[in-house]
Every structure is written in structure tokens, then in C-alpha cells.
């Protein structure tokens, strides 16, 4: 992969909801069929500029999201195309009736953009993190579940998603990420994991953020000689079983790592894939059964071992360094 930067940035400020609006914005401005939709998000969601250059293209609900849903249904049914903007933890809570049974069951063709997801309202704590909503949507018949690593990715989605012919759940961070690819001149494919890194050691599959820890374990790794292969699942549903297999048997060790619930979400996925196929030794690294504490992202993934330093050991341990 040529485009991956192994190595962290440190001077991305952009978040990646001004990525999903910047790319809204200019894909609206040719295609009239793009609507937004926010649940007095629009400010959360950095939609204020679409909403001035393109008010006809923008709807505001209020705080309703069940309404929110059922309208974004009405409109894909219409034959628009909408995007939904709103909070993940309520998103993916409050609607979730909708998002079954008009969106998914009935299949409209909607766009559900799960903003400010994970651990990333900080200390606003446990009614405001979103670490169950993988697990909820991605068990919805019908639902595809996504969730982009950078910047970069997420424009390549945002572009992929416009004419893509089934409902979507996708969930992004509040907070700009270090970047994970060099620029977004690559191929991207929706169902298709990825490969940053190259090694046969031990694979660390990841989506979202915890893409670059998993980026930043495998250069920290490398330094004691152990060569670990770097899986980017940014899509949940459908899950790229082929590629999962893959490294099950080339690497015969597993890590999953993830901004969610260790029950239901990516790890889960995985290990529903790898034990019916090719069993190997695994690992799943994310927030336990217990309302994840407040505080910052990095704190918080510190607290509970999503790092390089605790992902390098157990990735040693695995393998008996």
C-alpha cells in the first residue's frame, strides 16, 4: 500500500464531519437530489456552510430523531438522495425502530452519518459515548455499517456512498485524527479491507481511529523485529470475510481493535468469521462491559490499553517474545 503514511502527522486539524460537509457541498452543488438532514446538528455536524450555500438542500428537524429518520425515509422513497447528520449515541438509540423498519426493512436508501461516535464527547460520559451502535446496526438485515480511518478515507466513502444502492450506518469521530493515508489518490472500495502494512507475524485488524494505533504498533513492533500485518476494516457490513481468512492462515495470530464495545461490534465480527473458518489465537481490544469513564480520546484509550504500548505487548506476548 503506497499511499499509507506510516508514520503519524501531527498537524491534521481537520475533523472528519468538516471532510462529510466540504464533500456534501460540492457533490450538492451539481446534484439536486443531496439533501441534509439534522437533528439541531447542524453546528456539531460543521453542516452550517452547506446549509447557507444550499438551504433548499438542507432540512431541519429539531431534536426528533425518530422524525429525523422517518423523513430521510420519505425522501430516499422519493426518489432523493439524503444524508443524515446526528449524534451516534442517539442516532443509533433513539431511532432504532426507524432505522429498522423504514429504513432497512423497507429499503430506502439512506445515508446515516453517526457523528461525534465512540468515546469522542469526552466528558460528557456515558450518555453521550457511542460504543454499542456497531454492535445494533450492523445485526439490522439490510443495514450496511461503516466506519472511515482519516480525512482521506472519508471523502473517498462520503464519494463512494452518493449512488451506492443500499442503506448505510456510518459512524465518525468529533475530533480531527492523525492522518492514516499520505492523500486520498488511492483506490477505495466499499466491502474491501485494506492492507497498510505488510508482515506475517501477527495482524491487527482496525476501523476508524484505532486504525492509526494499530499503524503506530506496527512501527513501534518493527523496531524489535516483529513484521505485523495491518488490516483497515472500514467497512463493518459487509465484512470482508475472504480477507480475515487471509490472514488468519498467512499470520496464525489476531488482534482487533476497536472504539466500541468488545461485545457485538468489530471483534466480534471477526471472530464470528475465524472460528467457523480457520481458528487461530485471538485477541479483542476495546472498551469492557462497564460505562467507559470521561475524559479526552488519547485518555481514554490509554485507560483501556487501546495503545501502541499495550498493543505491542500483548502482540508479544501472542507470538512468545
Same mark, same amino acid.
Given at each position: 500500500?503506497?499511499?499509507?503514511?506510516?508514520?503519524?502527522?501531527?498537524?491534521?486539524?481537520?475533523?472528519?464531519?468538516?471532510?462529510?460537509?466540504?464533500?456534501?457541498?460540492?457533490?450538492?452543488?451539481?446534484?439536486?437530489?443531496?439533501?441534509?438532514?439534522?437533528?439541531?446538528?447542524?453546528?456539531?455536524?460543521?453542516?452550517?456552510?452547506?446549509?447557507?450555500?444550499?438551504?433548499?438542500?438542507?432540512?431541519?428537524?429539531?431534536?426528533? $430523531?425518530?422524525?429525523?429518520?422517518?423523513?430521510?425515509?420519505?425522501?430516499?422513497?422519493?426518489?432523493?438522495?439524503?444524508?443524515?447528520?446526528?449524534?451516534?449515541?442517539?442516532?443509533?438509540?433513539?431511532?432504532?425502530?426507524?432505522?429498522?423498519?423504514?429504513?432497512?426493512?423497507?429499503?430506502?436508501? #439512506?445515508?446515516?452519518?453517526?457523528?461525534?461516535?465512540?468515546?469522542?464527547?469526552?466528558?460528557?460520559?456515558?450518555?453521550?459515548?457511542? /460504543?454499542?451502535?456497531?454492535?445494533?446496526?450492523? =445485526?439490522?438485515?439490510?443495514?450496511?455499517?461503516?466506519?472511515?480511518?482519516?480525512? %482521506? $478515507?472519508?471523502?473517498?466513502?462520503?464519494?463512494?456512498? #452518493?449512488?451506492?444502492?443500499?442503506?448505510?450506518?456510518?459512524?465518525?469521530?468529533?475530533?480531527?485524527? $492523525?492522518?492514516?493515508?499520505?492523500? %486520498?489518490?488511492?483506490?477505495?472500495?466499499?466491502?474491501?479491507?485494506?492492507?497498510?502494512?505488510?508482515?506475517?507475524?501477527?495482524?491487527?485488524?482496525?476501523?476508524?481511529?484505532?486504525?492509526?494505533?494499530?499503524?503506530?504498533?506496527?512501527?513501534?513492533?518493527?523496531?524489535?523485529?516483529?513484521?505485523?500485518? /495491518?488490516?483497515?476494516? %472500514?467497512?463493518?457490513?459487509?465484512?470482508? $470475510?475472504?480477507?480475515?481468512?487471509?490472514?488468519?492462515?498467512?499470520?496464525?495470530?489476531?488482534?482487533?481493535?476497536?472504539?466500541?464495545?468488545?461485545?457485538?461490534?468489530?471483534?466480534?465480527?471477526?471472530?464470528?468469521?475465524?472460528?467457523?473458518?480457520?481458528?487461530?489465537?485471538?485477541?479483542?481490544?476495546?472498551?469492557?462491559?462497564?460505562? =467507559?469513564?470521561?475524559?479526552?480520546?488519547?485518555?481514554?484509550?490509554?485507560?483501556?490499553?487501546?495503545?501502541?504500548?499495550? #498493543?505491542?505487548?500483548? =502482540?508479544?506476548?501472542?507470538?512468545?517474545?
Amino acid at each position: 500500500m503506497n499511499n499509507v503514511a506510516l508514520k503519524a502527522s501531527t498537524g491534521n486539524k481537520i475533523a472528519n464531519r468538516k471532510v462529510i460537509s466540504d464533500t456534501l457541498l460540492e457533490l450538492a452543488k451539481v446534484n439536486k437530489d443531496i439533501f441534509v438532514l439534522t437533528s439541531d446538528s447542524r453546528g456539531s455536524a460543521s453542516m452550517v456552510p452547506f446549509a447557507e450555500a444550499l438551504p433548499d438542500q438542507l432540512i431541519e428537524v429539531g431534536i426528533a $430523531e425518530q422524525n429525523l429518520v422517518g423523513i430521510s425515509a420519505g425522501l430516499a422513497a422519493s426518489g432523493k438522495k439524503p444524508f443524515v447528520a446526528s449524534p451516534a449515541c442517539f442516532l443509533s438509540m433513539r431511532s432504532i425502530e426507524q432505522i429498522k423498519v423504514d429504513v432497512a426493512y423497507s429499503r430506502t436508501n #439512506v445515508r446515516l452519518i453517526g457523528i461525534s461516535g465512540g468515546v469522542s464527547y469526552g466528558a460528557l460520559g456515558m450518555s453521550h459515548h457511542s /460504543v454499542q451502535d456497531l454492535a445494533v446496526t450492523r =445485526a439490522i438485515p439490510g443495514l450496511h455499517v461503516m466506519m472511515p480511518a482519516d480525512r %482521506h $478515507e472519508t471523502k473517498k466513502m462520503i464519494e463512494a456512498l #452518493v449512488d451506492y444502492d443500499t442503506p448505510v450506518y456510518l459512524r465518525i469521530g468529533r475530533n480531527p485524527v $492523525e492522518d492514516c493515508y499520505l492523500n %486520498h489518490d488511492y483506490d477505495f472500495e466499499i466491502g474491501k479491507a485494506v492492507t497498510m502494512n505488510e508482515g506475517n507475524d501477527v495482524t491487527i485488524i482496525a476501523a476508524g481511529e484505532t486504525v492509526r494505533v494499530a499503524l503506530d504498533t506496527a512501527e513501534a513492533l518493527q523496531n524489535d523485529g516483529i513484521h505485523t500485518r /495491518v488490516l483497515n476494516m %472500514h467497512t463493518i457490513k459487509p465484512l470482508d $470475510e475472504a480477507a480475515i481468512i487471509k490472514v488468519a492462515q498467512e499470520t496464525g495470530r489476531i488482534i482487533t481493535l476497536e472504539e466500541h464495545s468488545v461485545y457485538g461490534g468489530l471483534g466480534a465480527a471477526v471472530s464470528e468469521v475465524v472460528s467457523q473458518n480457520h481458528p487461530v489465537p485471538m485477541e479483542i481490544i476495546g472498551i469492557p462491559d462497564e460505562p =467507559a469513564i470521561t475524559g479526552k480520546t488519547p485518555e481514554v484509550f490509554n485507560h483501556y490499553g487501546i495503545s501502541a504500548d499495550n #498493543v505491542s505487548k500483548i =502482540a508479544k506476548q501472542m507470538i512468545g517474545y
